[in-house]
T-cell receptor
Framework: KAGVTQTPRYLIKTRGQQVTLSCSPI?????VSWYQQTPGQGLQFLFE???????NKGNFPGRFSGRQFSNSRSEMNVSTLELGDSALYLC????????????FGQGTRLTVV | ELKVEQNPLFLSMQEGKNYTIYCNYS?????LYWYRQDPGKSLESLFV?????AVKQEGRLMASLDTKARLSTLHITAAVHDLSATYFC??????????FGTGTRLQVTL
């Protein structure tokens, strides 16, 4: 059974650019959550998608957005990148919202220069 | 707002010793998770604790949950070098949203 797949694994962008990250959940899982991990702020919840709808959102500016497709794959987009957006972005896959198991992908390491 | 406090932040211990990591949280929740993270890697699920008094064990790690005290512990028995990693507790809030503790970086030395 394939796990959670995040692409790309590494990314280097320049300030002011935008970036799109992708997450394919475990087959059959319909809930996808995104987290940002930085040394200073730790792991912080970005948003959660279920059935192509955003169900929950963390305290991040509007530059951070996402969407989910009918096959449950999710993308997150960060516009007008800032140096502080450099982080490991993790995607978590769950069968449905609020279930007991959340499985994480390998993450995308974003560096903004 | 749910807050999760984890301590200690850093733990250096000798092989063969026992120690406990603590995780306190501020509001009622029905799920508490423990994850392991190796440097540069993702989060590996260790335990999911669902009810008061729940205790789960896997190898040298044992996790417990006291929902009345809003406290979970991760106990390490006879530590070995392979357990060196960062350990996070996470508490479930609305739907699938997890609020993470700060993490405990465990270093096991010979």
């Amino acid at each position: 059974k394939a796990g959670v797949t995040q692409t790309p694994r590494y990314l280097i962008k320049t300030r002011g650019q935008q970036v799109t990250l992708s997450c394919s959940p475990i087959s059959g899982h319909r809930s996808v959550s995104w987290y940002q991990q930085t040394p200073g702020q730790g792991l912080q919840f970005l948003f959660e998608y279920f059935s192509e709808t955003q169900r929950n959102k963390g305290n991040f500016p509007g530059r951070f957005s996402g969407r989910q497709f009918s096959n449950s794959r999710s993308e997150m987009n960060v516009s007008t990148l800032e140096l502080g957006d450099s982080a490991l972005y993790l995607c978590a896959s769950s069968l449905v919202m609020g279930t007991t198991e959340a499985f994480f992908g390998q993450g995308t390491r974003l560096t903004v220069v | 707002e749910l807050k999760v406090e984890q301590n200690p932040l850093f733990l250096s211990m000798q092989e063969g010793k026992n120690y406990t990591i603590y995780c306190n949280y501020s509001t009622t929740s029905d799920r508490l998770y423990w994850y392991r993270q190796d440097p540069g890697k993702s989060l590996e699920s260790l335990f999911v604790l669902l009810s008061n008094g729940a205790v789960k064990q896997e190898g040298r790690l044992m996790a417990s949950l006291d929902t009345k005290a809003r406290l979970s512990t991760l106990h390490i028995t006879a530590a070995v070098h392979d357990l060196s990693a960062t350990y996070f507790c996470a508490v479930a809030g609305t739907a699938s949203k997890l609020t993470f503790g700060t993490g405990t970086r465990l270093q096991v030395t010979l």
